[in-house]
């Protein structure tokens, strides 16, 4: 494997998971974001305001943003009514999230895995009328917090249903960070992604990349910084650092596109916009080519 | 694979990277770990006060710890002098250091690769006539930061000469975060450790076993907690948190002996006795298995 395509979420999925923070600072970190090489953003989600006020003003974050013609950037959202905005704001690649697990889907959208299931097979006529793709993010892909470890045949059984019913992309999300090698493996040999995206919740984030790389995926989520909080408790890290990521497979040889050194510039700016120290070792430590 | 050994350094190589801590607080850490099952534990190193003050107290640490037989206890000494203080206080298991990189090693040590390797040939004799085994620990092994990348055919130039002059075991010291999992195949493929010893400085902590794991390395060091302190910023974080390194192998299905909830209450324990935060994720969120 010589190339490996790194999704940059801290716009959304990390900012989403802090303190609110200004329309200013996300057209920044946006922005900056855009000028490592990085090649796709999540930049926004079209949700209601009420439920994540972090991205009440996503419409206007976007107006506002440069964007770069080498960049794909996506948007996250929740329904026709997020579909519609998104396409409205000119999107062209959108995601969608739905739960392995039951328990999980109903606490975080209020209906049943099945029932969103249903939801997405009604939204992808619409996005595609509009020219654009639909991903679906599958979370608790690795685990559920309330009800523990998820059947790969639970997981396969949704990736089969959404694909047939035209669904674009697929995305396994570890929503809280249970993943590990071997649950990466087990899952995996069930049915295949096109896009992981690990927390490191546990110190394994990296460690289910090698794993994941090793069994052929090309595609990654990571959050500069490690931006996107706890779960759990402070201190716990949620999204794994872009710069670890990249850090990683550049020593191995693998290309992202990405500039690492503007990369960790863009954490440094991103950890003052937060006003908060980010869990990443390598924007701590900076690479391991950087001496004393 | 089906079993791991972990080796706890916290007590000795965790607590020489912190601030001191007083002698009772270090007795209650190793003995509470004498009871997590953990095979192997690095009690105290046997240097000048002045040199490790964190160490001053290690003859009365040893003489008041509760020694569970079930556990190999092993002392660090920096030279002869050291190793007759641990030969007299009973320890049987001896570890030196040696820098692979020269610069690292005279800013240790203030001398030569070489002359520390004499100095080793010369202490063999004395810790096998007590009846004792003596591991060379090669610092700097992956990566020296001052010097930067180390040559894997140095390293086993000076593991060729350790084993020719009689030394019992190698281990590889990640000194300062700088393996990868590049590094540790480049490095393995050259020459083999019994041991390894990793830090997550920049997150490649549990991946870098993952790997070396798949090299046949059944042998590890880990620090409960994580403690050990940072080597270049506060926040990040040293050596790899044994709760972590447990948490991956047992998922893994790989055996260590470990309790891992005796481990996190130890790792709560030792977060109280230092009193700080401490880098482990495992310790913040909990085994994948602790549902909410």
Redesign the interface.
């Known amino acids: 494997m010589s190339e490996v395509s790194i999704r940059e979420v801290a716009p959304r999925d990390g900012l989403q998971n802090e303190e609110p923070i200004p329309t200013e600072s996300k057209v920044r970190l946006i922005d900056a974001l855009s000028e490592t090489g990085v090649r796709r953003i999540e930049a926004v989600s079209f949700v209601h305001p009420k439920a994540i006020p972090q991205m009440a003003d996503a419409d206007e974050v976007w107006r506002q943003a440069h964007k770069n013609p080498e960049v794909r950037y996506s948007a996250l959202i929740p329904n026709t009514r997020g579909a519609q905005r998104a396409i409205a704001a000119g999107f062209r690649e959108i995601e969608v999230v739905v739960s392995a697990s039951d328990t999980h889907n109903r606490r975080n959208l209020n209906r049943s895995t099945e029932e969103s299931v249903d939801d997405i097979a009604a939204l992808i006529p619409l996005v595609h009328d509009a020219g654009a793709t639909l991903e679906v993010i599958v979370a608790t892909s690795f685990?559920c917090?309330?009800?523990?470890d998820v059947d790969p045949d639970r997981v396969a059984g949704i990736v089969a249903r959404v694909r047939a019913d035209g669904a674009d992309r697929i995305a396994f999300g570890d929503t809280t960070?249970?993943a590990?090698?071997?649950?990466v493996r087990d899952l995996l040999s069930a049915v295949r992604p096109d896009l992981l995206h690990f927390h490191?919740?546990?110190?394994?984030?990296?460690?289910n990349?090698?794993?994941a790389l090793d069994l052929g995926v090309t595609e990654f989520d990571a959050s500069v910084g490690g931006i996107g909080g706890?779960?759990?408790?402070?201190?716990?890290?949620g999204n794994?650092?872009t710069e670890?990521v990249v850090?990683?497979l550049h020593?191995?040889?693998i290309d992202t596109g990405i500039d690492l050194d503007r990369l960790i510039e863009t954490a440094e700016m991103a950890e003052k916009l937060l006003g908060r120290?980010l869990?990443?070792?390598?924007l701590?430590?900076?690479?391991?080519?950087r001496?004393?």
């Not at 590990?180 to 649950?183: A, C, L």
């Not at 869990?279 to 390598?282: I, L, Q, R």
Request: include cysteine; proline fraction near 12%.
């Open positions: 685990g917090p309330f009800e523990g960070g249970m590990t090698p071997r649950r490191n919740t546990r110190g394994t984030g990296l460690a990349i090698l794993t706890c779960p759990y408790a402070p201190g716990a890290s794994v650092a670890e850090h990683m020593d191995m040889g120290t869990p990443s070792g390598v701590r430590a900076g690479p391991r080519t001496l004393v």
